[in-house]
Nanobody
Framework: QVQLVESGGGLVQAGGSLRLSCAAS????????MGWFRQAPGKEREFVAA????????YYADSVKDRFTISRANAKNTVYLQMNSLKPEDTAVYYC??????????????WGQGTQVTVSS
């Protein structure tokens, strides 16, 4: 009954931008940290960004902290990931998740199906 649905992925050129959206249903959206993770072929899933239930606290992986911005709109049950200055190494499947702590995937209880982001060089 809990659903997280990502959208906004696609193919972009290096240096371009994308905004990912995650629409949540079936949970008390404002009670969870919302996070984004990604997984590239042959690599482990890694943390990208997270935002607290209040929206006041944000967390970023070092590799994206100056380029990506996470935000949430609790009234819309939606979390966003604005990705700027994209690099080929950002290519991955991006997953939206809801959990109890911000930066470890083991602390997230619910996951979306993922959306593909491909950055060409």
């Amino acid at each position: 009954q809990v659903q997280l649905v990502e959208s906004g992925g696609g193919l972009v050129q290096a240096g371009g931008s994308l905004r990912l959206s995650c629409a949540a249903s079936g949970l008390t959206f404002g009670s969870y940290y919302m996070g984004w993770f990604r997984q590239a072929p042959g690599k482990e899933r890694e943390f990208v960004a997270a935002v607290s239930w209040s929206g006041y606290s944000t967390y970023y992986a070092d590799s994206v902290k100056d380029r990506f911005t996470i935000s949430r709109a609790n009234a819309k049950n939606t979390v966003y990931l604005q990705m700027n200055s994209l690099k080929p190494e950002d290519t991955a499947v991006y997953y939206c998740a809801a959990g109890n702590r911000p930066t470890r995937d083991s602390d997230y209880d619910y996951w979306g199906q993922g959306t593909q982001v491909t950055v060409s060089s």
